[in-house]
């Protein structure tokens, strides 16, 4: 890839995702992977499927409280939103199956990244009881390693969406 060539750029190992720049309408989202990675990914998503339980622990960002201080209005939520939730999220899962080996990305298939790639990053963050404050350097197991570059990655996506 020539630089010249993207208004968006970042290297997170082997994963590359930007938008081409072009003129007339807007360029799709370009994702650079290698097969390993294309490998890697399918593995995560096949973890997160497991995840669209919101009785787990570690699913509780996934699925927040949404009437904290009305129990009344939270069961109605629980039944109602929870479930559309998880339907949506399963949406989301599927664009992403289908589209884990494509060069190029639509919108909507770049959207289904960023939020499956963020919800596994949120659930790995709860499960490292990761917080706001934390010193990146101090982060050196792999689950960390995991976490900074589930973040890198989302942040890719979202600098692409946004070009």
Same mark, same amino acid.
């Given at each position: +890839? %020539?630089?010249?060539?993207?208004?968006?750029?970042?290297?997170?190992?082997?994963?590359? @995702? #930007? =938008?081409?720049? =072009?003129?007339?309408?807007? !360029? !799709?989202?370009?994702? %650079?992977?290698?097969?390993?990675?294309?490998?890697?990914?399918? %593995?995560?998503?096949? &973890? #997160?499927?497991?995840?669209?339980?919101?009785?787990?622990?570690?699913?509780? =960002? /996934?699925? !927040?409280?949404?009437?904290?201080?009305?129990?009344? /209005?939270?069961?109605? #939520? &629980?039944? /109602?939103? @929870?479930?559309?939730?998880?339907?949506?999220?399963?949406?989301?899962?599927?664009?992403?199956?289908?589209?884990?080996?494509?060069? %190029?990305?639509?919108?909507?298939?770049?959207?289904?990244? +960023?939020?499956?790639?963020?919800?596994?990053?949120?659930?790995?963050?709860?499960?490292?009881?990761?917080?706001?404050?934390?010193?990146?350097?101090?982060?050196?197991?792999?689950?960390?390693?995991? #976490? &900074?570059?589930?973040?890198?990655?989302?942040?890719?996506?979202?600098? $692409?969406? $946004?070009?």
């Amino acid at each position: +890839m %020539e630089p010249e060539d993207s208004s968006v750029e970042h290297d997170s190992g082997h994963l590359l @995702i #930007y =938008r081409r720049t =072009r003129f007339g309408s807007k !360029p !799709p989202i370009v994702v %650079e992977a290698s097969a390993d990675t294309r490998a890697a990914l399918a %593995e995560l998503l096949s &973890q #997160y499927d497991l995840l669209l339980d919101p009785t787990l622990p570690e699913s509780k =960002r /996934l699925f !927040p409280t949404a009437y904290p201080n009305d129990p009344e /209005l939270e069961v109605g #939520y &629980q039944v /109602l939103g @929870i479930s559309e939730l998880t339907e949506l999220k399963s949406e989301k899962i599927s664009t992403f199956r289908n589209s884990i080996d494509k060069e %190029e990305l639509t919108e909507d298939e770049a959207e289904a990244w +960023m939020i499956v790639l963020n919800d596994l990053r949120l659930v790995l963050g709860t499960k490292l009881d990761v917080g706001e404050d934390d010193d990146p350097s101090l982060m050196t197991t792999p689950e960390h390693h995991l #976490y &900074q570059s589930l973040s890198v990655v989302v942040g890719m996506i979202v600098t $692409a969406l $946004a070009g």
